[in-house]
């Protein structure tokens, strides 16, 4: 999976936990609880929801990676074969 | 031998006078055959006999004596026997009664005939203790029901349903639990003081007509306003709050995460949930609604966890019977609960059925929650952010995780006794995380 | 009278069930009308005057006195390929051959597994209102709306006077037709050309939007009374005739509650296990979440009909009682 296809499947499943995010005016850098109101649960859900569309497992001391865009499209693309 | 009994000819008779025998003995009788005469004060009456067989003897003679009923009048050899001494009278059932119920024969004196016998055992009269009104002291049906009448009895209270049930017509339940609106805090000004569908839509404008989120919201507004100003004018709440030291429980979920994928994966607030259900079967009076006049406790837990809802509003849907989840069910259906809450797809039975809700504010930065009870429940808990703070252990200082747990209570069910009960229990179960 | 301009006449209960019966027997050879008086008296209500004269003795049939003699001949006939028509004076009456529609015009077709149908119609006068005593008032349409093997109507307009008749005729199974003995001088207006009507759906006699008047045969003139008056207090009343009571059109009747939803039944029968309990019972299995307010029920009191003016007015359900009855459910 690339950058493009992994930013895809992220959007795609947060729109389910924050259905009025705009894609374009997200930073991809800033720290996603302050920019979208993101609570433990619905960083969870989105995890999971990543996992059941991609298969990739996110363990519990990689979570941290989560909290930026940036990051949680890198370790998609690093753990997509 | 067969015995020929006087029969009981009417409903209400009891006594007859025999006035002549139509045979003879030594005569063949056969079924249906009338072979005697008798009279009662209605009316004069044929006997027949329900047997085929020789009249063997005849034991009363006509006269003016009133017989009661079952008397035994005469002996008939039924065509099979050979002719023989009379047997001694046994208490055998009558072969020639055409009473309702079977009687065994009787003396002619001295007992009351079977029909008072039957209908003073159906009304649990005593006979030894009865006078008799009829005819030589004999104790007559009247004589029995007069005994048998009991003091009238108290008319039977009028049906009122529980004082405690609102009293809202099936529209307006319906309604209302579509909407997750609380009965109890509805004006009634329908028929027979019942809450009707108008009251229940005058309060709060249907969210199914509505499509756009905003509008969803503001109605979720204002039926929080409702609920809340409700709740803090007429419960009297109480507050308490004690400091949990959550070390062991963030351990011990460390290592449960670990082994767990992230479909699985397990977040604090599961565990200070299932540790207030459990708290909440430890002390029930947390446990319940105000309804009417009093407390109805609960038999189940079914926690309402506070869910805040995007762009505004909050709705805490139960987790039914969260005492008896294990933590990894309770896990999955906390997350589909919030999901589905703010989605906008929660049911009417998460809506209408917490008995304790809790509130998690941690996420937000807070400390210390003051929560307001939601009614018609006694109880809300709030549990704040969970952070390292210095403890004292074993005379010394360490830094672990600590979480502040409050309550507010109702103060006509518990006072602070209770209450103060209730937070420690959920103290001592975090510090036994692998039991949760 | 008949006004050509919009093909309509205005025609009494009564000149309508004669026409059908009249073109009943004009149309079928097989028709022939048969009960107490229906021959030289003209009929007891007068429904069948002028008919011996034009049909003859064989056809219209003076019967003696014996209820059960003449509806089990009314069987027979039917079995024997007959189409009769047998008039009972009144449901009253009736009780005298209950064995026989009961036990035997009900029953025959299923007892001779489906080979025997019995084709018979009857009809029968009913209710209370003229001073004729307890045992001639009864209204015991619901005892014989309880019976599977039968169809019970209730014709409460000109109009299924008129058309019912001809549907029920051509029913290879017994059918009883209940007239209200009140409603025969009800005058209506019926068009010219018009067809018969089926025999199991209720008809909405009056829209309305708060409250649903539930009623059949001889309540329907007393329900649209009180319409009429709820309507000056601004109270919408919907009316709902039943027309036929087995079977029982429950869709309609679901259909109203839910959009009323609040709901008074009018039965001239009493309330005891009578028929205003089988409507209610559907309504609260099918509907109580419609229900905004108790189901009410207006029927006859608890008596024999008294045969004092007073008593029997006192005795049967009466407009103002349903008014009042429709106002406590709007509540407020």
Known sequence: ?81 | MIDFLLPSLGADMDVAKLNCWLVKPGDTVHKGQIIAEVETEKATLEVECWHDGVIEELLVEPGPDRLPVGTLLARIRSLDEAAEPVAPLEGEPAAGLVTAAAVPTHKVSGQPPPPVRHLAHELGVDLAALGGSGPDGAITRDDVRRAARAPAAEAPEPFVSRPTRVRATPRARSLARSRGIDLASLPATGPQGMVSAGDVARTAPSPETIDEPDDKVSAMRRAIARSMSHSKREIPHYYLATTIDLDRSMTWLEAANEERSVTQRILPAALLIKATALAAREVPEVNGHWVGDGFAPSQSVHLGVAISIREGGLVAPALHDADRLSLDELMSRLRDLVSRARSWRLKSSEMSDPTITVTNLGDRGVDTAFPVIIPPQVAMVGFGKVIDSPVAVDGAVVVHPVVTASLAADHRVTDGHNGGLFLASIDRLLQEPENL | MTDIDTETRTITYREAMREAIRVALLDDDRVFLMGEDVGRYGGCYAVSKGLLEEFGPDRIRDTPLSEAAFVGAGIGAALGGMRPIVEVMTVNFSLLALDQIVNTAALYLHMSGGQFNIPLVIRMATGAGRQVAAQHSHSLEGWYGHIPGLKVVTPATVEDARWMLPTALADPDPVIIFEHAGLYNTEGTLPELGAPVDLETARIRRRGSDISLVTYGGSLPKAMAAAEELARDGISAEVLDLRSLRPIDTAALLSTVASTHRVVIIDEGWKTAGFSAEISARIAEEAIWELDAPISRICSEEVPIPYPRHLEEAALPQVNEIVAAARELIGG
């Open chain 1, 1 to 81: 999976m690339n950058t493009q296809e992994a930013r895809q499947v992220i959007f795609e499943v947060l729109g389910d936990i924050a259905p009025e995010v705009d894609p374009s005016i997200v930073d991809d850098d800033l720290d996603l609880t302050e920019q979208l109101d993101l609570d433990s649960m619905d960083y969870l859900n989105w995890m999971v929801g990543i996992n059941e569309v991609t298969g990739i497992d996110i363990p519990q001391r990689e979570v941290s990676r989560f909290l930026t865009i940036a990051g949680a499209v890198g370790y998609i693309v690093e753990h997509s074969s």
